[in-house]
């Protein structure tokens, strides 16, 4: 299984962008799946998570209703829309897949990361 996001790019402030991760693989819907973002210098930091069928979903305080996970297990792809979108949010986002289905906010439950996508938010 693999994931590989896309989406990413340079955006102003106040704009928005659509984050996708695809999966390979036939189980991507018994896997609960994350987005995290880490900007340089900082600690990897939870954004988003979204539970195996996509009925139940966390968020960050720092993104809460700016961002919205969704998935589409019939495409294996989990987005992050991301709204009002402040130079704060300049990171590098990874999606990750939790094969036990925990969609935890904790990123050592996760068994498998994408390479990452670059956001740049300018003021």
């Known amino acids: 299984v693999q994931l590989v996001e896309s989406g990413g790019g340079l955006v102003q402030a106040g704009g928005s962008l659509r984050l996708s991760c695809a999966a390979s693989?036939?189980?991507?819907?018994?896997?609960?799946m994350g987005w995290f973002r880490q900007a340089p210098g900082k600690e990897r930091e939870f954004v988003a998570a979204?539970?195996?069928?996509?009925?139940?979903?966390y968020y960050s305080d720092s993104v809460k209703g700016r961002f919205t996970i969704s998935r589409d297990n019939a495409k294996n792809t989990v987005y992050l829309q991301m709204n009002s979108l402040k130079p704060e949010d300049t990171a590098a986002y990874s999606c990750?897949?939790?094969?036990?289905?925990?969609?935890?906010?904790?990123?050592?439950?996760?068994?498998?990361w994408g390479q990452g996508t670059q956001v740049t938010v300018s003021s």
């Open positions: 990750a897949a939790d094969f036990l289905g925990h969609a935890s906010i904790t990123a050592q439950t996760y068994e498998l």
């Open positions: 693989g036939r189980t991507f819907s018994s896997y609960a």
């Open positions: 979204i539970s195996r069928g996509g009925d139940t979903s």
